[in-house]
């Protein structure tokens, strides 16, 4: 996109929280789009400053959605075929600047086969930066740091720290987290217990793929829970609770038990050992519970 003011024209671009960016004709990164001068075309550099705010607006309204869309597609493991990987990421006029931020993973099945990353002219690159070039039944999608090899972890940090390339959301540098022994055959974790944690911080899991319980008597949620595959759900409760019905509401919760339930067609609830669940998926379900008290982040064993 051009940003034109007649005798002079700036380029737009997006960074890593695909808020747009202005280069100058050189490619230097401006602070803003600058004010007319005399010898611009004042008309046109009104209607080019006009365009640009509202693009500005309409990409705070997409950013959220779509950083956050993308961090759960790594964490639930979405896939796409190599077409409509080219189509909806690297063609795509937006969204091609924060896939770019992200390293990619080719996969056979559930295994991570080959890691690589969108290159500055929009080619794929491996972490030598050598063109890679996929097979047209290749399947990609975005891989966890716990699938990734200590030397192909390593690889990527490097390229993207030569190029000064920040992320959209945590991938190469994510905190992963692990069950301690005695925790693997419990159906509940105790760890948490206790610790107070903000109430909007409970509320801020839901775009995180956790969803609150039914409400109990006077509207009140105790509970928040979220779901894995094979029918598998992970709960934690809170106190006092949370209204949604508006009113009052205690600005911080105690957090209680963890369990962990199997659902199945036909059957009633059973309970399950945490070590059901995939690496992954506890991995994110103890961080984002860590991560609920800044002050009280657990380190994995």
């Not at 700036?10 to 001068?37: Q, S």
């Not at 039914?214 to 006092?240: A, H, T, W």
Request: glycine letters at 8%; hydrophobic letters at 40%; a negative charge.
């Amino acid at each position: 996109m051009v940003l034109d003011f007649g005798p002079r024209q700036f380029a737009l671009t997006f960074d890593e929280e695909l808020k747009p960016v202005v280069l100058d004709a050189k490619g230097v990164r401006l602070k803003d789009l600058p004010k007319p001068n005399k010898s611009d075309d004042a008309a046109l550099a009104k209607a080019t400053a006009d365009r640009l705010k509202l693009l500005r607006k309409d990409a705070r309204t997409l950013a959220s959605l779509q950083i956050t869309r993308m961090e759960r597609a790594m964490v639930s493991a979405r896939r796409w075929p190599l077409a409509e990987f080219k189509r909806f990421f690297i063609d795509h006029p937006l969204m091609r600047y924060l896939s770019a931020r992200l390293v990619w993973g080719r996969y056979v099945g559930d295994q991570l086969v080959q890691a690589l990353r969108i290159a500055e002219d929009w080619t794929l690159a491996d972490s030598g930066d050598e063109r890679v070039e996929l097979p047209d039944d290749a399947v990609l999608g975005i891989p966890h740091v716990l699938e990734m090899a200590p030397d192909m972890l390593a690889g990527f940090a490097q390229v993207f720290a030569d190029y000064e390339i920040l992320q959209p959301f945590k991938q190469l540098g994510r905190e992963t987290y692990a069950l301690r022994p005695d925790e693997q055959k419990q159906h509940t974790l105790t760890r948490f217990e206790g610790q107070s944690v903000a109430s909007g911080a409970i509320m801020g899991l839901q775009p995180r793929g956790w969803e609150r319980g039914s409400p109990q008597d006077g509207g009140m949620v105790c509970d928040y829970s979220r779901r894995s595959k094979d029918g598998l759900e992970v709960s934690f409760s809170i106190s006092p609770g949370i209204f949604i019905g508006g009113g009052q509401m205690e600005p911080r919760q105690d957090l209680g038990e963890v369990w962990l339930m199997r659902h199945a067609e036909g059957a009633a609830p059973q309970r399950a050992s945490f070590d059901s669940l995939d690496p992954i998926f506890i991995s994110e379900v103890l961080r984002d519970l860590s991560l609920l008290n800044p002050y009280q982040i657990m380190s994995a064993p």
